[in-house]
C-alpha cells in the first residue's frame, strides 16, 4: 500500500486520521447525547483495535517498522488479542471489565505514534524526525499496552481462578 511512492503515504495519513477522529466523535457524542449502546459499547474497543494493528502490519511490510521495532508493535498486537480474549471470556460470566482511562491514553498514544509513522519518510522531508519521532512512541506505547494489560489481567486472574473451581 505505501510502496507507490510519497503521496501515497499522505493519503493513507489522511484516511487514518479521517478513521480516528470519526471514532473520537462518535463515542464523544454517544455519551454526550446519552446515545451509548451494548453493541456500541463491544464494537469501539474492536475499531481501535483492528485500526491499529491493520496499520502496524502494514507498517512492518513496508519496512516502516523493522528491527528491534518490531517488538514493540509485537507487544502491542499480543496484548490487543490476549485482552481480547479475557475480555470475551469474562463476559460468559457476566463479569465487565472497565475500560481505564488510562488504557484510553495508550490507545490515543499509538493512534499518535500510528500517524508519525504513517506520514514516515514523506514526513520527514517535512520536519526531519517524524519517523523517529513515531518509533519512540511506538515504544512508549508498548510500555503502556504490557501495564495496561497486567491491569486487565490482574482485575480478570480472579474471576479465571473462581471458574477453575
Known amino acids: 500500500m505505501l510502496h507507490g511512492g510519497i503521496w501515497l503515504r499522505w493519503v ?5 486520521i479521517a478513521a480516528a ?18 453493541i456500541g459499547r463491544m464494537l469501539d474497543p474492536i475499531a481501535d483495535k483492528l485500526l ?10 513496508d519496512g516502516t517498522i523493522r528491527g528491534w521495532s518490531l517488538w ?3 507487544v502491542i498486537l499480543c496484548r490487543e488479542i490476549l ?3 479475557l475480555r470475551e471470556f469474562l463476559a460468559e460470566l457476566h463479569v465487565s471489565v472497565p475500560v481505564s482511562r488510562l488504557a ?3 490507545t490515543t498514544l ?19 524526525g517524524v519517523t523517529f519521532v ?14 495496561t494489560g497486567y491491569d486487565y489481567f490482574r482485575a480478570g486472574a480472579r474471576h479465571l481462578v473462581e471458574d477453575d473451581r
Open 83 to 85: 485482552v481480547s480474549g
Open 104 to 106: 484510553k491514553w495508550k
Open 72 to 74: 514493540a508493535a509485537i
Open 134 to 147: 513515531g518509533l519512540s512512541l511506538l515504544w512508549i506505547s508498548a510500555v503502556l499496552t504490557l501495564y
Open 52 to 61: 491499529v494493528s491493520i496499520c502496524l502490519l502494514v507498517l512492518a511490510s
Open 12 to 16: 493513507a495519513l489522511g484516511l487514518f
Open 21 to 38: 477522529v470519526t471514532d473520537f466523535f462518535d463515542g464523544y457524542l454517544a455519551r454526550a447525547w446519552s446515545q451509548q449502546s451494548a
Open 110 to 128: 499509538q493512534l499518535v505514534a500510528v500517524a508519525f509513522l504513517l506520514a514516515g519518510p514523506a514526513g520527514d522531508l517535512v520536519i526531519p
